[in-house]
């Protein structure tokens, strides 16, 4: 295992995602899910390295000096607005399927930040596995009862590796809200979030 150093973790996830598995014939969902997923990757524009990609998210890293918080949130807003650009071309593609007219109402995206101190990483096979107990909360964050589907999570610890004027000046567009989950062996973690379906 390398070094543990610090990382920023971001982690976009599509929301509805098992409902769209179960609801939609395989052939569309075999289609659809890789496309967005690939949208995902090719819209990053902060040297963001992939370190996994699951059935529903791709999990980016990224060590060294963190990017300005400017930088950090336009590229969430681009994961966003290219999503639906790709969503309504694949609605567009496949709309001899019924089922594609659905596309834009199943499916969204939310995106968790998270930034550790410690995080190593590991070579396995072709790709750079993260470990360390922030990789697990960064997850754990995913698990949260924030009640709308698509949004920006960012960690506390995260919030706070920037200043108090620089965290207000870049939320201008949106309203940023406090909450917090209990996370067994984890105790509380606490985080902002932002609600993005105001961009859609």
Same mark, same amino acid.
């Given at each position: ?6 990382t ?12 769209f598995?179960?609801?939609v014939?395989? &052939?569309?969902?075999?289609?659809v899910?890789?496309?967005?997923l690939?949208n995902?990757i ?11 990609i699951?059935?529903?998210?791709? *999990?980016?890293?990224? @060590?060294?000096d963190?990017p ?14 290219e999503?639906?650009?790709q969503i309504?071309?694949?609605?567009e593609?496949h &709309?001899?399927n019924?089922?594609?007219?659905d596309l ?14 410690e ?8 790709r750079?596995? *993260? ?5 697990? @909360? ?7 009862d924030?009640?709308?589907d ?6 506390e610890? *995260? ?5 108090a004027? &620089?965290?207000?000046?870049n939320?201008d567009?949106?309203?940023?809200h ?16 932002i609600?993005?379906?105001?961009l859609?």
């Amino acid at each position: 295992m390398q070094k543990a150093e610090p990382t920023l973790i971001c982690i976009p996830d599509i929301s509805g995602f098992t409902r769209f598995m179960r609801d939609v014939d395989f &052939k569309l969902s075999s289609e659809v899910i890789p496309a967005l997923l690939n949208n995902i990757i090719y819209s990053n524009e902060l040297n963001l390295k992939v370190s996994e990609i699951e059935g529903d998210a791709v *999990l980016f890293y990224r @060590t060294g000096d963190l990017p300005s918080l400017r930088e950090l949130i336009d590229q969430c807003r681009s994961f966003y607005e290219e999503f639906y650009k790709q969503i309504k071309s694949l609605a567009e593609k496949h &709309k001899h399927n019924k089922q594609s007219t659905d596309l834009p109402e199943m499916l969204g995206l939310k995106i968790i930040l998270h930034f550790g101190n410690e995080i190593g990483k590991v070579q396995i096979g072709n790709r750079i596995k *993260l470990m360390g107990e922030d990789v697990i @909360t960064a997850h754990r964050l995913l698990k949260n009862d924030i009640n709308i589907d698509e949004y920006i999570l960012i960690s506390e610890t *995260l919030l706070s590796q920037y200043r108090a004027n &620089k965290v207000d000046e870049n939320f201008d567009w949106a309203t940023l809200h406090e909450s917090s989950i209990e996370a067994e062996h984890l105790g509380e973690l606490k985080f902002n979030y932002i609600d993005l379906s105001s961009l859609n």
